[in-house]
């Protein structure tokens, strides 16, 4: 099977890591933090506008690959503080508020200025 790189200006980048790989009907999709690529900047310092953000900028790698929102299966949130559950919690809710992924959430294992939540994604593309 051959791996395809997605990329997408709409979503933040490094030259460390891919936004995204295809294989077959699997889209992988790197842990996203809350920066709004319009303005370079976090969305907000709260958990609730990062969480909303990062998973903007997942859905826009995962659109780049050819999926779609419905396609995702698993999500795993990372956060700085374990003490942003509650709000991190809010924000997921309004972004998937039926049919949710599968979710695992964790500690983050470094602290970036600012960061409080990285999330990443893994679709199935229906056939």
Do not use: H, W
Not at 30 to 55: F, H, K, N
Not at 74 to 85: K, S
């Amino acid at each position: 099977m051959t791996k395809q790189i997605i990329s997408t200006p709409n979503a933040p980048t490094s030259s460390l890591y891919s936004q995204g790989i295809r294989v077959g009907s699997t889209i992988y999709v790197s842990g996203m933090i809350g920066i709004d690529q319009t303005t370079t900047e976090l969305a907000g310092p709260t958990i609730q506008e990062q969480t909303r953000q990062a998973v903007r900028n997942c859905v826009a790698v995962l659109e780049a690959g050819g999926g779609i929102r419905d396609d995702i299966v698993q999500i795993t949130v990372l956060l700085t503080n374990p003490g942003d559950f509650t709000g991190m919690n809010e924000a997921y809710a309004d972004e998937f508020p039926t049919e949710q992924p599968t979710r695992a959430v964790a500690k983050l294992g470094v602290e970036l200025p600012g960061v409080l939540v990285s999330i990443m994604m893994t679709a199935q593309l229906s056939d």
